[in-house]
């Protein structure tokens, strides 16, 4: 089975804080995604990357970067934390072959990291 | 732009009785869709995915799922709900004009009362 792994289950973290969610996967997926989920709105793509060192904004990436050094990890930064940003944060792989354009696939995703910034 | 609409925040179903909850999306271009399942502190889990083809697609758990094109929904269905169905769930749209962004529904609420 597929296994992602985010680091961290639950995080509290003061207002201004730099702030890292990571994220690991096992089964050599070419493609990573984060998302937020906030109830009523589902979730929202922050980020997404297709591979190593590539990165694509998602539809809300304001106040968040990335970073995908090696193929099985993808982080999330909050380069300085704000209390609009406290949200469960999701991160997902996929088999889909963007650069061979398979739309296919399904997300596979992390048990998830709830943050709270006071 | 690509979106979907789950418009039942909440469904309350019986045990034993058929379950549905309803989805409607808009894409441009052929879509593919999914339902994945969240339940309490835990990440979502993939359910089963229309791509082509049959439009009843049948996937995890007894789940089942009807592509309509024409009324542009893909509602998911179970003939007889359980207790441990109560869950979050959330339908999904990808669309090949959409670029490989996968758009998720607001999410319905499952509750099955024994």
């Known amino acids: 089975d597929v296994k992602v792994t985010q680091s961290s289950r639950y995080l509290v973290k003061r207002t201004g804080e730099k702030v890292f969610l990571e994220c690991v996967q096992d089964?050599?997926?070419?493609?990573m995604f984060w998302y937020r989920q906030d109830p009523g709105l589902g979730l929202r793509l922050i980020y997404f990357s297709y591979d190593v060192k590539m990165k694509e904004k998602g539809d809300i990436p304001e106040g968040y970067s990335v970073s995908r050094e090696k193929k099985e990890r993808f982080s999330l930064i909050l380069e300085s934390a704000s209390t609009n940003q406290t949200s469960m944060y999701l991160c997902?792989?996929?088999?889909?072959?963007?650069?061979?354009?398979?739309?296919?696939?399904?997300?596979?995703f992390g048990e998830g990291s709830r943050l709270t910034v006071l | 732009a690509q979106s979907v609409a789950q418009p039942e925040d909440q469904v309350n179903v019986a045990e034993g009785n058929p379950l549905t909850v309803k989805c409607t999306y808009s894409v441009s271009g052929n879509p593919y869709l999914f339902w994945y399942v969240q339940y309490p502190n835990r990440g979502l889990q993939f359910l089963l995915k229309?791509?082509?083809?049959?439009?009843l697609v049948k996937g995890s758990y007894g789940f089942e799922a009807e592509f309509n094109k024409s009324q542009t929904s893909f509602h998911l269905k179970k003939p007889s709900a359980l207790v441990s169905d109560s869950a979050l769930y959330f339908c999904a749209v990808r669309a090949n004009t959409g670029g490989f962004k996968t758009i998720f529904g607001a999410g319905t609420r499952l509750f099955v009362k024994a």
């Open positions: 089964m050599d997926h070419e493609n």
């Open positions: 229309y791509i082509t083809g049959d439009n």
């Open positions: 997902a792989s996929s088999l889909l072959g963007i650069r061979d354009r398979d739309l296919t696939g399904e997300l596979f």
